[in-house]
């Protein structure tokens, strides 16, 4: 079983920026795709962006385009999310995820971390 460790949120201005950190204990066939999620109080888990160790696929939420981007490190078994521009309502627990396959949905994704919270003040 992989292991997904989430690092790097916190407390964030409004209009700033955060990079959150998710190392996987191992990279295998079981994790081709590492994708990022949020949940909300109150809220369904969201979509945020995901992306293949390859780097070949990336893919967006369409709220999310042009201000997150997704980028890994094969070397450090490592996935980033940079955020930028950020708003009230990016303030979320932000979960990582491993697949194997490119899908949005959450229930595609058998590996979870911890989660990591992201809290952007007004």
């Known amino acids: 079983q992989v292991q997904l460790v989430e690092s790097g949120g916190g407390l964030v201005q409004t209009g700033g920026s955060l990079r959150i950190s998710c190392t996987a204990s191992?990279?295998?066939?079981?994790?081709?795709?590492m994708a990022w999620f949020r949940q909300a109080p109150g809220k369904e888990r969201e979509f945020v962006a995901l992306t293949s160790w390859s780097g070949e696929n990336t893919l967006y939420a369409d709220s999310m385009k042009g201000r997150f981007t997704i980028s890994d490190d094969n070397a450090k078994n490592t996935v980033y999310l940079q955020m930028s521009s950020l708003r009230p309502e990016d303030t979320a627990v932000y979960y990582c995820?491993?697949?194997?396959?490119?899908?949005?949905?959450?229930?595609?994704?058998?590996?979870w971390g911890q989660g990591t919270q992201v809290t952007v003040a007004t």
């Open positions: 995820a491993s697949g194997t396959s490119l899908s949005r949905a959450p229930t595609a994704f058998t590996c």
């Open positions: 191992a990279r295998t066939w079981r994790n081709t795709a």
